[in-house]
C-alpha cells in the first residue's frame, strides 16, 4: 500500500461535511462584507515569498517547499496567501476595476514543519485582505469580520488579543530598547532567538521556548515605543472594537511571525485545538504592495486556518443530513431502463436520487435504501410498467401506494 505523505491528511465522508459548512459560513460571511472572491495558484516563483513573508523568517528559512523545474526557475509551493494576492492586486491593476479591492480566497498551503494536531504540512486557510484604506476604521472591520465568522461558526470560549508593532519611523526605537534590554540575556536564549536578535529583534516574542521565556516576559513593550501617528491609529482601532462590542485584550508579546506587519496585528485564540491555539491571525502590512513592485498601497487582512477551526468546531453542532430524497429500484433487468429513464428525471428535477446498479434483488435493493436513509423508494416492476405506474414505499411508515409515472418528480417534491 502506498500511504498519504506524513503532514498530510485525507477528509473523508463523515468529516469533510464539517469543512464545507466552515467554507460556506466563511463565503457567506465575507460577501455580507463586501468581500470578492479570488482565486490564485498553488505554485509561484520563490523570490515573491522570499521577498513578502521576508528572508529572515522560519517559513522562508526552514519551511517553504521550493525546487528548480525543468527551465531552471526556483517554484515554491505557496506556504501563505497574502504575498499572492498582493501579486495579483499589483499584476492585475485591481484597485482600477474594485471600488475598494476587498477580496478573499480559501485553497491549501504548504509548509514542510512538524505535524501534530491541528498543523499539517499541506494546511488549508481562509484569507481576507483589503488594499488601499489606510483609515483605522478598516482595521476595525476586518477584525469584526473575522470575529463574526467566529460566532457564525458557534465557536466558543475564545479571546481576541491585538497589538500595534508600529510602523518603520518608530520601531528602529523600540527595536534599540529591546536589544538593550536583552544585554547579556541574549546567550541564555535558544539558538533562534539568538539568530533573531540580530535579523530581527520584534521576533523573539515568537519564541515558545519555556526556559526563554522568563526573559522575554521582562522585555519592554512596542505599544509604549509608538510614534504619535501609530498612537493615534491603535487608539481609534481599540475605539472601533468598543464601538462594535467586540472585547479584546492587548498582548505586548503579539508580534506575528511575518516581516511585513505593521501596527495593528491580532490573533484569535480557542483552547483545546493542539499546541498551536491561534485559530485566525493577521494584520496591516503598510509597506509590502510597494515592496513587491506595486504602487505605495497599503494592506490588512487575516488568515485563518480551516482545519483547526473544524476542531474548534462544537462537538455537538448540527449539520444537515446528507440523504437521498428517494431511492428507485427495479425489478428485473427489463424494468431497469425505465428505472434509469425515471432516475434521470428526478436529477434533472434537481433532487437527489439513487439506484442499486449491480441489478441485485429487491431485498437487497431495499437493504441499501434503508442504509442511504432514503424516505422514499419508487420501485419499477414488468407491471408497474404497464400500467404507466411506479409503486412507492415509504420507509418510516412501511406502506405501500401507487401513483402515476408521470406524477413521480412532484410526489417526490411534495414528500421532501
Not at 461535511?17 to 466563511?26: H, I, L, N, P
Not at 539558538?191 to 522585555?219: E, M, S, W
Request: hydrophobic residues 40%; contains cysteine; proline residues 5%.
Amino acid at each position: 500500500m502506498i500511504a498519504a505523505i506524513r503532514g498530510t491528511q485525507d477528509i473523508l465522508p463523515g468529516a469533510v461535511e464539517r469543512w464545507q459548512f466552515v467554507e460556506a459560513t466563511a463565503c457567506r460571511v465575507f460577501e455580507q462584507y463586501g468581500y470578492a472572491e479570488i482565486r490564485t495558484p498553488i505554485i509561484e516563483r520563490e523570490e515573491l515569498f522570499a521577498k513578502g513573508t521576508g528572508e529572515t523568517t522560519d517559513i522562508v528559512q526552514k519551511e517553504m517547499y521550493a525546487f528548480t523545474d525543468k527551465d531552471g526557475e526556483r517554484i515554491t509551493l505557496r506556504p501563505e496567501a497574502t504575498p499572492s494576492l498582493v501579486r495579483a492586486f499589483v499584476e492585475h491593476a485591481l484597485e482600477q476595476g474594485m471600488a475598494v479591492p476587498k477580496v478573499y480566497t480559501i485553497g491549501p498551503m504548504f509548509r514542510r514543519e512538524r505535524p501534530q494536531k491541528g498543523r499539517y504540512r499541506q494546511f488549508h486557510q481562509l484569507d481576507v485582505e483589503v488594499f488601499g484604506v489606510e483609515d483605522p476604521s478598516v482595521d476595525g472591520e476586518v477584525i469584526d469580520v473575522a470575529w463574526t465568522l467566529i460566532r457564525e461558526l458557534g465557536i466558543t470560549g475564545v479571546e481576541l488579543a491585538v497589538n500595534s508593532v508600529g510602523c518603520p519611523d518608530c520601531r528602529p526605537a523600540f527595536s534599540a530598547a529591546l536589544v538593550a534590554a536583552l544585554g547579556g540575556d541574549v546567550a541564555r536564549l535558544c539558538g533562534d532567538c539568538q539568530r533573531r536578535a540580530v535579523t530581527n529583534p520584534l521576533r523573539i516574542f515568537d519564541c515558545k521556548v519555556p526556559a526563554d521565556q522568563p526573559v522575554i516576559d521582562a522585555l519592554p513593550h512596542t505599544v509604549d515605543y509608538l510614534c504619535d501617528a501609530c498612537r493615534a491609529h491603535f487608539d481609534a482601532v481599540l475605539r472601533y472594537l468598543d464601538l462594535f462590542g467586540i472585547p479584546c485584550t492587548v498582548s505586548h508579546r503579539l508580534v506575528r511571525g511575518l516581516d511585513y506587519y505593521t501596527r495593528t496585528t491580532f490573533e484569535v485564540l480557542a483552547g483545546g485545538i493542539g499546541a498551536q491555539s491561534a485559530v485566525l491571525g493577521g494584520g496591516r502590512y503598510d509597506g509590502l504592495v510597494r515592496h513587491l513592485g506595486g504602487p505605495d498601497r497599503v494592506g490588512i487582512g487575516f488568515a485563518a486556518g480551516i482545519e483547526r477551526l473544524v476542531l474548534a468546531l462544537p462537538d455537538a453542532l448540527a449539520l444537515p443530513e446528507k440523504r437521498p430524497d428517494v431511492f428507485v429500484a427495479a425489478l428485473g433487468d427489463p424494468a431497469r431502463e425505465s428505472a434509469l429513464a425515471l432516475l434521470r428525471d428526478l436529477r434533472r428535477a434537481g433532487l437527489n436520487a439513487q439506484i442499486e446498479y449491480e441489478g441485485r434483488s429487491l431485498k437487497s435493493q431495499m437493504k441499501r435504501a434503508d442504509r442511504l436513509k432514503a424516505p422514499l423508494v419508487f420501485i419499477l416492476g414488468d407491471d408497474e410498467i404497464a400500467r404507466g405506474q411506479v409503486t412507492v414505499r415509504r420507509m418510516a411508515a412501511s406502506a405501500q401506494e401507487s401513483i402515476p409515472r408521470e406524477t413521480a418528480v412532484a410526489f417526490v417534491k411534495a414528500n421532501r
